[in-house]
């Protein structure tokens, strides 16, 4: 496969201070001293604005976000708008390694029941309020409490206590031991809103979280006008005094349409553009003033498959549909090539991975595992998908396949918003496109979330309703494992289970594919999805 990676032009604007050295007098009146005031206000604005640069990027991404709260999201058209505004203890650089943010360092207790963190001082919100310890624990404790219904509350379901030990220095106490706190806490949901707007939902159930986002990152919210955009602003005073913003502002344009996205791109009405269509990559490799980028990813497609119905029951059915789908024709007619098959549950990428047996294209041994189970005639069934163009490819390209198999696919396709709710509800679940990035880069975030069986609906992602008491053994396990070497293993167990298992039709690992204006510099892509524009800068 072809990989472009655009050229690093990471050029630091080093700015141009004119200092005018005028020798004032004693005797100066009145009106020199005017003049000169004005003068300081005015270079003084200019140099503000030479800081924060006065253009505005465009980033187009795939969909509409769902929420810019961090801790009641989790999808990735929401969580690259917050990333510009909210910031946690830890983030991940560019390989997915661990690095302090928010936080200026960290430490586990012996047997990894605890991880203490050091805070960073002079660190304010948006409103003006004091990023603190206390900060931290007003946010976990919220998010933490399920009766305030945000979507992440399962993710931090392992911390048992957080202990404030001074105003700078927080514990977070785990219930069992916990090899993946530090991971967690680097999760973009893991990020902290001022505890004002905490205060104001706790005294208004109607106070909607999700449209009144408070951090403490480079940009400020400005606007969110539905199925328009999202605009930010450059704070004023950001508190990392080396990163300051380089751009007025950032608006998010969701457009479903890839071809769309394309031609925005093309005539200039977009700077950066999320979810590159693979049919566009090497038209726009060639196109002068646009850089493509195409990589690595944590994102796993597939179709999940609802074991509340009878139908799915039957693992011979499972197995029946992973065989009556020919993932490489998939990966070449629909992602031109920019695909591996799935050959686990999790990408190669991630901490834990385990390579399994794939599931080779073999129609007649699909009939034959139907027909042992009842199914000669095949049957029917609904595939939902959102409305997004590849993810419609997809669909379409698997109810076809699987025709061939006898089952009978009706196609639908819903807005990312709506299928997740319906999702987290069991609304009627049958079978679904689903893409899943373990934003922690390891395999508990990886695994935990679609197949404990602690995580079935509603609010939480295991819409297929698998439940294997082994897996929950084996995950408990690996979590605790002291060694490396135990924690690998059991999670490659859990794989070799999933995996036969079969609760989903494993599909293929995508390539990461982003483009963006060549006037447009330092838009960092991680593995796990993420299109960082927080450093951007627009020539």
Known sequence: MKVLRWKQLSSMIFLLLIVMSVVVGCSKDNSTKSNSDQKETK??????????G???LVVVLEGEPTSLDPQNSTDGNSSNVQESIFEGLLTFDSEMKLVPLLAKNYSFNEDATAITFELKEGIVFHDGTPFNAEVVKANLDFVRNEENGLARASFFEFINEVVVDNEYK???KSKEPNSAMAAYMAHASASFKSVEEI???QADSNYNLDRNPVG???????EWRDGVHVKLKASD???DKDNQPKLSGI???PVTEANTRVNMLKTGEADVVTKLPTQSVKELSDTEGIDVFTGPSLNLFYVGMSLKHEKYQDVRVRQALNYAVNKDQLISQVMDGYGVVADSAIAPGVSGYAKQEAYEYNLEKAKQLLADAGYEKGFKATLWTRNETEFIAVAENVAIQLKAAGIEVEVQALESGTLFDKLDNNQGTD???GRWSPSTGEADWGLRPNFGSDRVPPSYNNSGFYVNKEVDQLLQKALQSPTEEGRLENYGKLQEIVFKDAPWIFLYVPENSVAKRSNVDNVTILPSDDVRVNGAEKK
Do not use: C, H, M
Request: charged share 30%; hydrophobic share 35%; glycine share 6%.
């Open 170 to 172: 927080v514990t977070i």
């Open 251 to 253: 608006v998010f344009k």
């Open 237 to 239: 005073n950001y508190w």
């Open 43 to 52: 270079e003084t604005a200019e140099q503000d604005a030479s800081k924060k």
């Open 431 to 433: 079978l679904w496109i």
């Open 199 to 201: 205060k104001k939902k």
């Open 54 to 56: 006065s253009k505005e």
């Open 216 to 222: 403490t990152g480079p940009f400020t919210f400005g």
